[in-house]
Every structure is written in structure tokens, then in C-alpha cells.
């Protein structure tokens, strides 16, 4: 926090109550979301048989995606709060430039909690949702360069997301089994928006996924996983780009 004193304070525990808030509305969408491509999205519970609600109200819940069956949703709330918490600290101010860049982030942990909670149950990350979040960094990223009339700032996370997702290509025709073009795509907006801060943040958050992923995949093994037993890679590239954000953003 490098300034603002009390209204700086006031806007984080605002920022990081409310993300927490937010994320706990993810498990009921991420679940009826969690199905094979083109597939509708599920109608009911597969585990107690529960109907969802018809239209929009089947996608609104709070907590466990489904009532009769309690799952441990406040994790990934508190995670995203705590995220969210770290950078608004993180963040130099809360005008123009610096407000765009904070919010484009804030969004990165919301779908990151949606993505994340996808990709553990079914091992993908929806083309669809991807693209959403594409825009809201492209809109925030665009929007701050011209505030600041820094054009650089939109020529570098251009080039960083180029340069971030022809690496996680190659990854990806390297190790089909375990990278998916969904990574390639997600990679790609995250090595943009990190493009912002310079290079450093850049190779930080390409190889910080590659740092945090081993020891789950080895817990994985222990607890009786078979050697190909698949790790969802999204989580880690949220987190090592989160965490290359807080370290070197401003
Ligand atoms: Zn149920």
C-alpha cells in the first residue's frame, strides 16, 4: 500500500470481502458448466439426483453447487479473496491506469476460481469462457494504455502474449496428455496481461507454473494416483500469474 492511508484500507477490505463474496456463487455455475464439449450444461445433481431450478435461477447458489450435498466451496472463495486482497495492496493507486490494471486482474481471479473449479472436474477450460475473460483484459489493458498514453504498454503485452503462447503451443504438441489448446488459450491472455508489467513479470509467471504444479502432482501419486493420472494445469497458470503480478506489478 503505497498511499491513500485510510480510503486505500477502506477500498481493500471492500475489494476483498466482496471477491470473496462473489466467488462463492462460482461452484453452482462451474458445476452445471463442468460437462464434455457441446454438451448442454447439467440439468441436475449427478450425485443426489437433485433438479436445478429451470432458467436463471438454476445458476444462482450460493456455497455447495448442489444443497443436499456439502462440498468445501469456501476454499476457493477465501483463495480469491486473498488474491484479491495481495494485489489491491499491491496496487500504486486507484485513478486511471492503475484502476484499469487492478480491475483487469480482479477479473483474472474471478474466472480463475470458474475455470479452475471446471477444469479439476472435467480437465478443460471452456472455449467460451476464455474468450470472455480475453475481452475484459483486452478492453482493460487497451483502455489503461491510452489513459496513460503509453502505447508501449499494449505493443509489449501484445508481444508477451504472443511470445507466452507460442511457448505453451509447443508445450502443447510436446506434451498432449498434458497440455490442452485451453491452456495455449489461457496462457496466452495471462502472458499479455502480465506483458504490462515488462518481461520480468513475463518469465516469472511462465515458469512459476511449472514450479507450483510438482509438488500436487507428486501428493497425487502418493494418495494412490496412477502415473498418468492427469493434473488440470489452469489452477497453476491463474496462480503463477497471480503471483507474478503481485511481485512485480505496481
Ligand atoms: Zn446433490
Given amino acids: 500500500m503505497q498511499d491513500g492511508g485510510l480510503g486505500h484500507a477502506g477500498l481493500l477490505i471492500g475489494a476483498v470481502a466482496a471477491i470473496t463474496a462473489a466467488a462463492a456463487w462460482w461452484p453452482r455455475v462451474a ?6 464439449p457441446l454438451e448442454s450444461p447439467r440439468a441436475e445433481c ?3 439426483g437433485q433438479a436445478f431450478a429451470p432458467g436463471r435461477r438454476g ?3 450460493g456455497g455447495s453447487a448442489c444443497r443436499n450435498c456439502p462440498q468445501p466451496w ?13 494485489l489491491t495492496w499491491r496496487a500504486a493507486a486507484f485513478t486511471g491506469e492503475h484502476l484499469l490494471i487492478l480491475t483487469c486482474w480482479l477479473a483474472i481471479i474471478q474466472a480463475g476460481v470458474l475455470l479452475s473449479l471446471i477444469d479439476l472436474a472435467v480437465m478443460r477450460l471452456p ?3 476464455v474468450m470472455g475473460l480475453a475481452a475484459i483484459v483486452c478492453v482493460c489493458v487497451g483502455t489503461a494504455a491510452l489513459l496513460s498514453a503509453q502505447p508501449q504498454l499494449l505493443l ?36 499479455f ?3 504490462v508489467n515488462g518481461w520480468t513479470a513475463v518469465v516469472l509467471g511462465t515458469a512459476l507454473p511449472y514450479l507450483l504444479a510438482p509438488p500436487f502432482a507428486l501428493a497425487l501419486l502418493l494418495r494412490g494416483g496412477s502415473r498418468k493420472a492427469q493434473l488440470p494445469f489452469g489452477p497453476f497458470l491463474i496462480a503463477g500469474a ?7 506489478g505496481s
Fill in 31 to 36: 458445476y452445471r458448466l463442468s460437462v464434455a
Fill in 46 to 48: 449427478l450425485s443426489c
Fill in 59 to 61: 445458476w444462482l447458489r
Fill in 74 to 86: 469456501w476454499i476457493t472463495s477465501l483463495l480469491a479473496g486473498a488474491m484479491s486482497g495481495a
Fill in 127 to 129: 472455449v467460451r469462457l
Fill in 156 to 191: 509489449t503485452a501484445m508481444m508477451a502474449g504472443l511470445a507466452v503462447g507460442a511457448f505453451y503451443l509447443l508445450a502443447a504438441l510436446a506434451l498432449p496428455s498434458q497440455i490442452g489448446l485451453g491452456d495455449v488459450r489461457l496462457a496466452t491472455i495471462l502472458g
Fill in 193 to 195: 496481461a502480465l506483458g
Fill in 242 to 248: 497471480v503471483i507474478a503480478q503481485f511481485l512485480t
